[in-house]
């Protein structure tokens, strides 16, 4: 097989087409400031207007609680570290889970080297956090929860709307890492009593290097970047207009191929997962069977080296990773797996495979057909294996 079957679309998507149309003309017609006072500066303040307003529509919210950023990994540490530096005269308590993305763990690590005390909730088997866990950490000090929407890794959707009801009832702060789950997922940040929600564009076939963070209106929160008055005072620096536009238009695109969507990857999803655990022995499935994202397939593989496996999918034409992008190159385990319960032999034989519109069955048939080759030949090379099947053979 010569085509590439990309199945990392976790990490990245592909740009869109009709997204690199519209952003374009904002490299070379439409190329004015935003903030100048003459009409080629107002095409493109007109430009960031519309693609805020459209982002603000399927979220439920205001436009001017959308600000535009550089991308995921800065919403989530504007909303921490902003909150917790207004709020700390409340307290300094937040809270958070063990599988979080790095984004938020690492600048938690930040804020408890600045006398924050962070509480790092558990998680179930299948990646959940527990609610009555949850309401039991809340204290008085305790000035924000911090829950992703759905684990970039496993692929497996918290109770988002209960939290928000949780924090809701005891006046915390609620924020949200969405950056998996937006656009992928219908989301309402009413309905989900959210008061913060992170999100970037190039996991929805947008661009990279732009994305947002809504921030309800009432929140005071400090500037993230000092300087000019752009979006609204709270993060100087002259607008990305061709990103922005880009964001817009992939986000206007997503929402409305989200149904159709959703029904194909979760079928395909499905047909994947039963594949696997059919045809490969020793095998499992990471994360919630049913409360996970549409295109998310996660799998464990006993006696397997998950970097080794993913050199031959390479060989094979195929992408996959065995964990966040963001953390590609460690010899660490992954802290997701861990948290669920993986004993460390079993959580580096892991391999994440991330659906889009475009794979098709014959893509999943391939790869399965070269996991199940790939495996075998390893377990063959190892002497764990032999040892595991001799001792069963005598049972």
């Known amino acids: 097989m010569n085509k590439i079957i990309y199945l990392d679309n976790a990490a990245t998507t592909k740009t869109a087409p009709e997204v690199v149309d519209a952003m374009l003309p904002y490299f070379t017609e439409h190329y004015g400031n935003p903030s100048s006072i003459y009409s080629l500066g107002s095409e493109s303040k007109k430009a960031v207007t519309e693609a805020r307003e459209t982002i603000a529509s399927f979220l439920g919210c205001k436009t001017n609680e959308i600000y535009f950023t550089a991308g995921g990994s800065e919403s989530d540490n504007w909303a921490l570290k902003a909150a917790a530096e207004a709020y700390k005269s409340k307290g300094k308590h937040i ?9 938020i763990l690492h600048t938690c690590e930040y804020l408890e080297a600045q006398g924050y005390e962070i ?8 990646g959940r956090i527990n609610l009555e866990q949850l309401e039991k950490s809340i204290r008085e000090d305790t000035i924000l929860i911090s829950v992703m929407f759905a684990n970039n890794e496993i692929g497996t959707i918290e109770p988002i709307k209960e939290i928000g009801e949780i924090a809701k009832k005891h006046n915390v702060i609620f924020h949200t890492d969405a950056v998996q789950a937006f656009g992928q997922v219908p989301i309402n940040v009413d309905e989900y009593h959210i008061d913060m929600l992170s999100a970037s564009g190039h996991k929805l076939n947008g661009p990279k290097g732009i994305g947002f963070l809504y ?13 000019g008055q752009q979006e609204r005072g709270r993060r100087a620096g002259t607008e990305n207009v061709p990103g922005i536009v880009g964001l817009g238009a992939a986000v206007k695109r997503a929402f409305a191929i989200m149904d159709e969507k959703t029904v194909k990857e979760i079928e395909l999803r499905d047909y994947f997962i039963q594949k696997l655990e059919t045809e490969i022995e020793y095998c499992w499935l990471n994360g919630d069977r049913i409360n996970r994202l549409p295109n998310n397939v996660h799998f464990g593989f006993e006696f397997v080296e998950g970097e080794s496996l993913l050199i031959k999918l390479d060989m094979a034409g195929i992408c996959a990773s065995s964990g966040s992008a963001c953390t590609s190159g460690s010899l660490d385990p992954s802290h997701v797996l861990l948290a669920i319960g993986l004993p460390h032999e079993r959580a580096h034989g892991s391999l994440r495979l991330t659906l889009s519109e475009e794979t098709t069955k014959e893509d999943v048939d391939y790869t399965v057909s070269v996991i199940k080759e790939t495996v075998e030949y390893m377990r063959n090379m190892s002497p764990l294996y032999e040892d595991f099947i001799k001792k069963n053979k005598k049972k």
């Open 95 to 103: 809270i958070t889970s063990k599988i979080e993305h790095h984004a």
């Open 119 to 126: 509480t790092y909730l558990d998680v179930d088997e299948n």
């Open 215 to 227: 921030i309800r209106t009432g929140l005071k929160l400090r500037s993230f970047v000092h300087g």
